[in-house]
């Protein structure tokens, strides 16, 4: 295999002239495993986007921002037994840990591996082995860095499937088209469309960060807070997350008393007039005290019922659109700004208009939540730098819609070696 090192610390004078370094560093290769298969992925170097040297007007990332030093997987990921016909696995399957039948490989020409939920993902990826060094799910960070190159290298040409076969910006000719998958209408098969489908518009780069599936990410939530290695980090941009101080029936007005409040970024507690959310009912704030809140009950149509000791109380975002409040309520936003504070996993700190990073967000603010990222192939113009977030989904969710793909960390592959 080619040996590589890291990319040197110099500092660059523009972000295109960082990026065109990096990707004269970076180079693909086609790893055999040890279950017998094979899998492509590209090396992304080690960089470092400098402070000042960035979006949105030089705030962003707000100070050195160290990226790369991984393996990234250069498809969409399938099933080892997948042909250029069929997924090679049941829908649903559960997968076994240690597993050699059951691996998820990055395979050009392939249908992709779809209709798998979060657990069973990181199973699959995680019964991939090189020379016994274990790959894993894609990171926020692994993900972020490979959408930032992208911006740098080919700006807004990026594309992908996003309108069945192709991108909703290109015309619709055969040569703006991926080969469709015969499994799923809209799909394609791993690795087909023209070039501007790979991060750095050519055949040698990653495939597939806009459009075609969903890719799941090792990134999880808990009514809106991700446990930072125990540290508890709120997610809703200009929102905040507080709970119940003792429990609630179904008095209306009434008002709650909460505790351990968690500001997200730009939030400063809870303020009359906005929403608030308990598993789905909807209430909206009359009044605030110190540690309390009165609500009116049942807004937009949604149920009042009893909440128990502790629940989460969520505020959504300033921007952060209410759909589905009767049933499952959920929202959505355009990312307008990014998080200085955890620069590296392109989460969103403002969304009260669209910006330039192109892509929508979606939560739903209670129970655990699993990251997907990428927009699949119904996306349009939700989905065009591959920032696109989705938090609605929970980890035992599977979809049509919804793949997966590995990484490998240069740690991981020197480790014992």
Known sequence: MRRYKPLSRQRFGDLRSLAREVDMKSFEY???????????AVYIPRFTIPKGVGWESGDFPGGDLHLGGFWFDKYQC????????????????????????????????????????????????????????????????????ICFLARWLVGDKLRGNNS??????????????????PVQAGRVLAGTGP???????????????????????????????????????????????????????????????????????????????????????IMTISG???????????????????????????????????????????????FKKLRTDYPDLALPSDVSASGEWLDRAYWRLYGTRAALRGGYWSSGSTARSGLILSLNSEPASRNYYIGLRAALADEDLESGS
């Open 195 to 281: 070039d501007s489908w790979f991060h750095n518009g050519k055949k040698n780069g990653i495939w597939g960060i806009v459009g075609n599936v969903y890719q799941w990410n090792d990134f999880l939530i808990t009514d809106s807070v991700w446990d930072n290695n125990g540290t508890p980090v709120c997610v809703i941009p200009t929102g905040c997350v507080a709970y119940l101080d003792g429990a609630i029936g179904t008095d209306d007005p009434v008002t709650i008393t909460y505790k351990n409040l968690l500001n997200g970024p730009g939030a400063d507690g809870f303020a009359v007039g906005r929403i608030i959310q308990i598993d789905v009912e």
């Open 78 to 145: 399938s099933h080892k037994s997948a042909t250029d016909s069929s997924r090679g696995v049941a829908v649903g399957a559960t997968i076994s840990p240690g597993s050699t039948t059951d691996v998820a490989v990055s395979q050009q020409g392939k249908v992709v591996w779809t209709d798998i939920d979060w657990n069973n993902a990181k199973v699959a990826i995680e019964n991939r082995y090189t020379n016994g060094r274990q790959w894993h799910m894609v990171t926020m960070r692994e993900w972020s860095t």
């Open 288 to 334: 605030i005290g110190e540690n309390t809140i009165t609500v009116s009950r049942g807004t937009s149509g949604s149920s009042v019922v009893a909440h128990s000791d502790s629940a989460a109380v969520t505020m959504p975002g300033t921007g952060m659109v209410l759909t589905s409040p009767t049933s499952s309520p959920y929202y959505y936003a355009w």
């Open 30 to 40: 086609t790893f055999p495993t040890d279950d017998g298969s094979s899998s492509v």
């Open 164 to 181: 069945s076969g192709r991108d909703y910006r290109d015309p619709d000719s055969a040569e703006y088209y991926g080969e469709f998958d």
